[in-house]
């Protein structure tokens, strides 16, 4: 039996992500890294300071590293070992490729897990996050994807765990080539870290409402975030979207501008410190988190609220 | 070419969900929409199909009520559909789920595949990856803009920093995200062809897929609820209270 963590290379260190995974894997036995990146001695030495006791480092180069990390993890797991990933892009690709490879499920979702004596037992906000479900699995290996901000990362002062370089395998008729990376000019802090977050919802009317969005975050110094009802709308993009299916966000203040509240928002983001809604619809579900409900138009309201603290 | 495009029928996401007693599955009324997000995989599929001579199949697996998702995607103008509908399918994991789709899937013959990141209702996230380690074919994910060479396809694929540009041959499986193309609504004639058009119905036993699920829901509990707080109409001055809050929160 052994416990993995799953870690992407991110600005050349393991990601939050993945440190927060070690967090919780380090309680639950010797934990063992699946690091998928260029590597180097200090990005190790980061994961043995929280926890893990060993590494096995995939180095993908240009290619599109799930199809052959799967392949490679597939023939080395053994089926009472849990391995945790993160509700995250290239977690989601190994994960699901990997789970098929091996003929068991993914308990995806999950914000807690613990073992059992016959297999594992996953924790998850259901329906808005009203509900908690515990879900069980009794044939392993074990794929959880625990969603981000599930754990605090810290460090514990571990030593350098030790390494073992593995060699990619050919994926066949899978393989595919990154062959450039871009990244995006991004004005302000990310959503993930913000200390003020401002979303929108349905209730801005149109995509150029998102504008006011835009301008009061701005204003703020906010991340900028939306309801999946707007991104599936085409008016902001996908990496914008708050809630069960994209971001999960705990900012120290939440203003939800034009959003309801569906079920498939509320989850990402109902513990934020502070939560401030506008919206037109008295009943409408936000209100019941918000610790400042305004019930009132965002065309009147927040023009009002950028010129007042713009004025300041 | 033959593309395949992946889409679900859900609850409207507008109405609160709820579980059945017992099994804890969700609710599923006799009319459910089209996954909104989907409407991008069909219209990129559709683009696909009319720029390389090719066809839309539309595959879908879940209980079919009065099959007026589907006929949404068809009247956007995909060819047909296979609807993969059995009561032991109910209560499905994503590996089930992405080995009764990729049966289907062989069965219609396939040069492209396309899906969404996840769907609404059920969001597990792996299941377009499943389908494709299932297929043998790559998994071009989380796509936010999609383009078919010869032979190849090549993508935008989003990442946390911003993008990759990611190629692969075909066969392939692309997961694309909201807003990777405008889709186009249905026209009059769309939705008058749609009735007409054939709906393939498939269970997990013509499919020969053994249904085992080992997950299993144990129990389910209220969350801690939030306490509600102050609420108040905005009669031209609310903004001064979101201003003190933020004062008060020491953020401004």
Redesign the interface.
């Known amino acids: 039996m052994a416990t993995y963590v799953f870690v992407e290379e ?2 050349g260190g393991p ?1 939050t992500l993945g440190l927060e995974l070690l967090a919780k894997a380090r309680e639950l036995e010797e934990v063992t890294v699946i690091y998928v990146g260029s590597g180097s001695d200090d990005a190790f030495a980061e994961l043995g300071s929280h926890g893990a006791t060993s590494v096995i480092h995939f180095d993908a180069g240009d290619r ?1 590293p ?2 052959p990390v ?1 392949e490679a993890l597939g023939d080395r797991v053994g089926s009472e070992d849990v391995i945790l990933f993160g ?3 290239t977690d ?2 190994v ?3 990997l ?3 091996l ?7 999950a914000f807690d897990v613990q073992q059992t004596g016959g297999g594992v ?1 996953t924790s998850h ?3 808005g ?11 392993g290996p074990f794929l959880v ?1 625990i969603r981000p901000k599930s754990f605090a990362a810290e460090p514990l002062g571990g030593g350098t765990p030790t390494v073992d370089e593995i060699a990619m395998p050919a994926a ?13 000019e991004r004005e302000g802090p990310q959503l993930g870290d913000a ?2 977050v401002v979303s929108g919802g349905r209730g801005l009317g149109s995509a150029e409402a998102y504008d006011l969005v835009e301008s009061l975050g701005k204003t ?1 110094g906010a991340a900028t975030g939306a309801t ?2 707007i ?4 008016w ?4 914008k979207q708050v809630g ?2 994209g971001k999960t966000v705990k900012p ?2 939440y ?1 939800a501008c034009g959003i309801s509240g ?3 928002h509320l989850v990402g983001m ?1 513990d934020s ?2 939560i ?1 809604a ?1 919206n037109k619809d ?1 009943d409408a579900p936000i ?11 965002v065309h ?3 023009p ?2 950028i010129e ?2 713009q004025a ?1 | 070419m033959n593309v395949v495009v992946c889409v679900k029928q859900i609850p409207d ?2 109405t ?4 059945e007693d017992g099994t ?1 599955w969700l609710v599923r009324p006799e009319e459910q929409i089209l996954d ?2 989907d ?1 991008y995989g069909v219209e990129i599929g559709l683009q696909i199909a009319q720029a390389n001579e090719g066809t839309v199949t539309l595959v879908s697996m879940g209980p079919a009520g009065n099959g007026q998702g589907i006929r949404q995607a068809l009247a956007m103008g995909a060819d047909k559909a296979v609807l993969i509908e059995d009561d032991t399918l109910r209560g499905a ?3 089930t789920t ?1 080995r009764a789709l990729a049966a289907a899937i062989k069965n219609e013959g396939f040069d492209l595949v396309i899906a969404g ?4 209702d059920g ?12 297929l ?7 796509a ?1 803009k999609v383009e078919i060479g010869n032979g190849s396809l ?1 993508i ?13 041959s075909l066969p ?1 499986l692309v997961s694309v ?3 990777v193309v ?2 186009r609504y249905p026209t009059f004639k769309g939705i008058m062809d749609a009735k007409k058009k054939p709906v393939d119905e498939q269970s997990a036993g013509s499919l020969g897929v053994e249904v085992a ?11 801690a ?2 306490a ?7 009669e ?1 001055e ?6 003190a ?2 004062e008060d ?1 020491k ?2």
Request: avoid cysteine; hydrophobic fraction near 45%; aromatic fraction near 4%.
């Open positions: 991110e600005n990601s599109l799930a199809a799967a509700q995250a892009y989601r690709d994960a699901g490729r789970a098929a490879r003929g068991v499920g993914v308990l995806s979702n037992e906000e259901i329906l996050g009203t509900q908690i479900a515990t879900a069980a699995a009794t044939q994807l066949g008729s899978s393989e595919a080539t990154v062959t450039a990376s871009q990244a995006e200390k003020i703020l999946r009802a991104v599936d709308s085409g902001v993009p996908y990496a069960q299916t120290d203040v203003i569906a079920m498939q109902k410190k502070t401030i506008i008295p209100f019941s988190l918000a610790d400042l409900g305004v019930i009132g138009d009147n309201v927040m009002k609220l007042a603290l300041r | 996401p507008a609160p969900y709820t579980l804890n909104d997000g409407r994991d994503a590996l992405a990141t996840e769907s609404t969001y597990s996230g792996v299941v377009p990856q499943m389908l494709a380690q299932i043998d074919i790559p998994a071009l994910t989380y936010t090549s935008h694929r989003q990442t946390q920093a911003g993008y990759d540009t990611v190629e692969a392939a995200t909201a807003g405008e889709p699920v080992d997950q299993k829901v144990t129990s389910i509990a209220d969350a609820e939030r509600a707080g102050q609420k108040i109409e905005d031209g609310a903004h001064l209270a979101i201003v809050l933020l929160r953020v401004i």
